[in-house]
């Protein structure tokens, strides 16, 4: 009897230490696996942020009223300032109008590219504003890239939070293989 309580307590002594390694060896394999994920999200953030203000380049932007009516518009003003802002310069139009009225927009990207490549960016707006620092220098940067006529057409600037990023064709691989 006394022998199989030593035995017992000599296996229960055993598990706890091989259970403590364990633990400790899934505890580590997790704190590599979020350092590794982190690191693939700062390299994705860099990789759509590069891919996303890459210049030149076109996109539609989609708005709609309150009360349904889509519009479709070609912007090239869109910039992608950090991981999860957008701003876009737009004029006295029916873009600026839906947003007054509904907070969310698509901005797709497609490039001419036989693979279908290009992501769908979709967006809640955060603000906007007719006047500042902002707005004078979208203005500025658009003169330079389409002249000073069409930069003065510029009424507002909007800034969007990203909500959502998916890719052009969706067939189910994830936005990043689509860029």
Do not use: H
Request: aromatic share 8%; hydrophobic share 45%.
């Amino acid at each position: 009897m006394i022998i199989v309580a030593a035995c017992r307590l000599i296996i229960v002594f055993f598990m706890t230490v091989f259970c403590d390694q364990a633990a400790s060896q899934t505890q580590l394999l997790k704190e590599r696996a979020l350092k590794q994920a982190i690191r693939r999200g700062l390299d994705m953030t860099s990789k759509l942020m590069d891919y996303f203000n890459k210049q030149p380049r076109i996109g539609v932007l989609s708005t709609a009223s309150k009360d349904g009516k889509v519009d479709s518009a070609i912007f090239g003003s869109p910039n992608m300032i950090d991981e999860k802002t957008v701003v876009v310069a737009t004029g006295k139009n029916r873009t600026f109008a839906n947003l007054q009225e509904n907070p969310y927009a698509i901005y797709l990207i497609m490039e001419p590219d036989p693979e279908w490549k290009g992501i769908r960016v979709y967006m809640k707006m955060k603000e906007s504003a007719t006047s500042g620092e902002m707005l004078d220098t979208i203005k500025s940067q658009i003169a330079k890239m389409a002249g000073e006529e069409f930069a003065q057409m510029m009424n507002a600037t909007v800034t969007f939070e990203i909500i959502e990023l998916r890719p052009l064709v969706d067939m189910g691989q994830g936005w990043e293989k689509s860029i």
